[in-house]
Each structure stands twice: as C-alpha cells, then as structure tokens.
C-alpha cells in the first residue's frame, strides 16, 4: 500500500505477434504482453498471469495479499502460495478498490500527454503535415508504439499517488510504512523540485 513496489503491466491485445513486434524479443518488452481474439482478460491468461508472478514471489521469498474485484475473468485459485487473494465484496469496485480511486485516471493523464508529446514531435520533425487530423495521427501508432508509452505512463505514477488512492478506499498502512511513503514522497518533492521550468510562450501578430 506504500506504492513503491509496482509490477510490469499486463497488456492484452487481438494479434499474439503484431508486424510491428517483427525482430523484437518479447521478453524486452516493458510489458507482459498476451492476446486474445477479444483483447479481453480470461480466466486462463489471469492464472497464468499471477501464477508467473506467484513463483517470482517465491523466488524472492515474499508474501504479499493481493485485491481483487469479482470480474469472472479472476477465479479463485488454490495453488498459488506466496499470492493470497482477497475479493472485494459485490458492487463496491468503484468505491474501495484503489485503482478506481485515482490510479488509473492518473495513468491515462500520463498516456494521454505523452501521445500529445509524441505528435509535437513528430510534426516538428517534419514527419507529419501540420494540418494532419488526430484520427490520421492515431492511425500512425502502433501497438508497439502504445506498449511503450503504457509502461512509461505506468512508471510516472508516483508512490504517494498510489498510497492516496489506497487511502481513499479506505486502506491504512501501518506506522512503519507510513514513514517510508513520508520520505519517498519528500524524495519526490525534492526531485520535482530540481527539474527545470519550461515556460510556454505563444506570439500574436
């Protein structure tokens, strides 16, 4: 709940290989990434899912307790041995889970900026025409190319943000962790302040 242990994203696509992963190994990816004829999670790739995960756990020697909502695609497994997994009770997804509290809307902030960025610099670039549309724009984007900017979005999310929204659906973290988010979050403040300002300016005629 401290939020500074975050695992890779769980990508699930329609195209097991798309052309634009040709010459790519999948184990590079800054993702797990799976597909399925519907893009949707099932229940055999969620057990695959945390069954990798729960072996990783034991090779690490770690336990950890693991929320879920009651989405049909997330059974209740008997074999795992380092995951125990906890169910919200019915209907309450969007008032306790946590990443419905903040944590994604703060990944697709992230997302959404990045796609911007990445028009920007492609029209600066000269790879686009300025009067391109941003339908034209997102035909250009490969699945790749999503995976990318997912993980990085993924990664900008900071620990306290994660702690927040665990707050907020009513999660506490004990006296111990919560002097470990109060310096990681002194530790992005610091950081945040030592970044340059960029100053945007426009000109008028």
Request: some cysteine; hydrophobic content about 40%; aromatic content about 6%.
């Amino acid at each position: 709940m401290s939020g500074n242990d975050k695992v890779k994203l769980l990508v699930i696509g329609k195209s097991k290989k798309p052309r634009c992963f040709k010459g790519i190994d999948m184990d590079t990816l800054p993702v797990s990434y799976r597909a399925n004829k519907n893009a949707w999670m099932t229940s055999l790739l969620f057990e695959e899912w945390i069954t990798r995960w729960d072996s990783a756990l034991g090779k690490q020697s770690r336990k950890i307790l693991l929320l879920v909502d009651n989405c049909t695609a997330h059974p209740a497994l008997d074999t795992l041995k380092n995951i125990r997994l906890e169910f919200l009770p019915p209907n309450t997804t969007s008032l306790i889970q946590p990443m419905d509290q903040g944590i994604i809307k703060n990944i697709k902030g992230h997302y959404r900026k990045e796609l911007v960025q990445m028009t920007i610099t492609a029209i600066e670039d000269n790879l686009l025409s300025t009067s391109c549309t941003a339908t034209e724009v997102s035909a250009k984007i490969t699945v790749l190319d999503a995976i990318r900017v997912v993980a990085k979005s993924w990664r900008q999310v900071k620990t306290q943000t994660i702690a927040n929204c665990f707050r907020k659906g009513g999660f506490w973290v004990t006296a111990s962790e919560e002097g470990t988010e109060k310096n990681l979050a002194s530790q992005e403040s610091n950081e945040e302040q030592a970044l340059p300002k960029v100053v945007m300016a426009t000109a008028t005629s």
